[in-house]
């Protein structure tokens, strides 16, 4: 399946802004199942300086700067990926989560070793009693690690409200956890906390989710948005998604831009400005199938 994306982001400053520092996530990764095939960023004013990076994790990271008087500034990022899902996993057919949770803390492989750094807690994401003790009954002992999984994204989905006023994006997981209400960032930290707090491995995926209309309405242009869920590592099948957001294993609507410790890493966009007084923030996102 082959999509194009198109991300808009603008600034609208109070005042004038003298110079702005941007640190950018917006080139989807390339993965066994998504190929890039084309990325362009451009800005609006144009930069002085524009460079691209990879980070601890794989991710490509653009960094601008703008040197000149402002008061918009907007932010253009499109590409062109291709999505080849894998073969679904029979989660019975998984390791005993105990048993997988025993190899990752040997972490007697290179692999297993590069999962382990994603077991603790992160600037964003805690670990503790209260989370395993929600999550530890769907994990019984000898339990195949992707069935439990799933019954624990099945519960996020069920028990959480998703409501978009809520939460923010620096609103704590303790908070959403409590409230019991959020968005798909505040699912995906809330369930990555209860597996590293069973001590699996859980990482926090960014990216896209190509949306459908009601029945009978056309898809309105720039009505899609960012989109986060999580992966859960299992030894010898490597990394599996998991959208608690939608209780679904994402397949060929979801397209990966990054992955790290939880949304502080990868997130899409984030910066300084000087000057600018306050600022008004409007994102446009569209997902179509390409041709």
């Known amino acids: 399946m082959q999509y194009n994306i198109s991300h808009i982001t603008r600034y609208h400053h109070g ?10 996530f917006l080139t989807p990764r390339q ?42 500034l907007e932010i ?23 048993q997988v949770k025993k190899m990752v803390w040997q972490h007697a ?17 805690p670990v503790g009693e209260k989370f395993a003790a929600w999550a530890r ?14 019954a624990l994204t099945e519960r996020v989905f069920t028990q959480f409200k998703y409501d978009p006023g809520a939460t923010t994006t620096t609103t704590a997981v303790d908070t959403s956890f409590e ?20 001590g699996l491995c859980a990482r926090y995926v960014s990216g896209y989710l190509h949306t459908l209309p009601p029945p009978g309405k056309e898809k309105l242009v720039g ?4 989109h986060a869920w999580l992966s859960i590592y299992i030894p010898g099948m ?13 397949t060929d609507q979801h397209l990966t831009l990054a992955w790290g410790r939880d949304y502080s890493d990868v997130t899409p966009v984030k910066g300084t400005v000087l000057g600018g007084g306050t600022h008004q923030l409007s994102v446009s996102v569209d997902v179509r199938p390409g041709t």
């Open 15 to 24: 005042d004038v802004a003298s110079l702005s520092h941007n640190e950018l």
């Open 31 to 72: 993965t066994p199942t998504q190929n890039c095939v084309k990325n362009t960023i451009t800005l609006s004013p144009e930069p002085s300086t524009f460079s691209q990076r990879m980070d601890f994790f794989g991710n490509t990271v653009t960094t601008t700067t703008i040197q000149r008087p402002h008061r918009t």
């Open 76 to 98: 253009t990022a499109g590409s062109q990926v291709i999505l080849t899902p894998a073969n679904p996993i029979p989660p019975e057919q998984t390791p005993a989560w105990d």
């Open 109 to 125: 492989t290179p692999e297993t070793m590069e999962a382990f750094q994603f077991v603790f807690a992160s600037s964003m994401i």
């Open 137 to 150: 009954d769907l994990f019984q002992p000898g339990e195949p690690i992707l069935k439990a999984a799933l």
């Open 179 to 198: 409230m019991k209400r959020g968005v798909c960032q505040d699912f995906a930290h809330i369930e990555i906390a209860c597996l590293r707090s069973l």
């Open 223 to 226: 009505a899609d948005a960012s």
């Open 238 to 250: 490597g990394w599996v998604d998991l959208d608690p957001t939608n209780n679904v294993i994402p």
